[in-house]
């Protein structure tokens, strides 16, 4: 079993309480086994990097401000959860649609989480697998044995 990486109230900070409330009248327990499930795909996207469990939820240093591994975890587990019970959270062409924000913070959450998962950013944990965020190759070969360049 993986870390839990946020709880019930960081969705309902996020969504509101009555948005938690019709969601779970829909789907009851809705919103714990998506917490569950992206603490899971969270914790596996970063394991290569970060070997599994951690002492605590990291935070990263991002470029607009401090973010935590929660912060992504809960946005994309509210996001999961609206968009298992509407379809609008999927779309931006109504100006009236209430779910933008969201659907701006997931995307910005999901550009975080491959950032670190690409070692662009940093976690303040020990690295199993530093060098893949920039390997390189070099090439030696032997001088030609006939230069047939002049032909």
Not at 4 to 33: M, T
Not at 36 to 48: H, N, R, T
Not at 52 to 60: A, C, G, K, L, R
Not at 97 to 107: T, V
Request: charged share 25%; glycine share 4%; net charge negative.
């Amino acid at each position: 079993m993986s870390m839990i990486l946020c709880s019930r109230e960081h969705i309902v900070d996020l969504l509101h309480a009555k948005y938690v409330a019709a969601c779970e009248k829909q789907n009851p327990g809705l919103v714990e086994r998506t917490i569950e499930a992206v603490s899971g795909e969270i914790g596996d996207a970063l394991s290569y990097r970060y070997p599994q469990p951690w002492p605590y939820v990291p935070e990263i240093a991002s470029p607009l401000g401090r973010e935590s591994v929660r912060y992504i975890a809960a946005v994309t587990s509210a996001y999961r959860v609206v968009e298992a019970i509407t379809s609008l959270v999927d779309t931006e062409e109504s100006g009236d649609n209430e779910w933008i924000p969201l659907q701006k913070q997931w995307k910005y959450c999901m550009d975080l989480l491959d950032q670190i998962a690409r070692g662009k950013l940093k976690l303040p944990l020990e690295e199993t697998n530093p060098d893949r965020e920039e390997a390189s190759v070099a090439v030696f070969s032997r001088q030609p044995f006939f230069d047939l360049r002049g032909l």
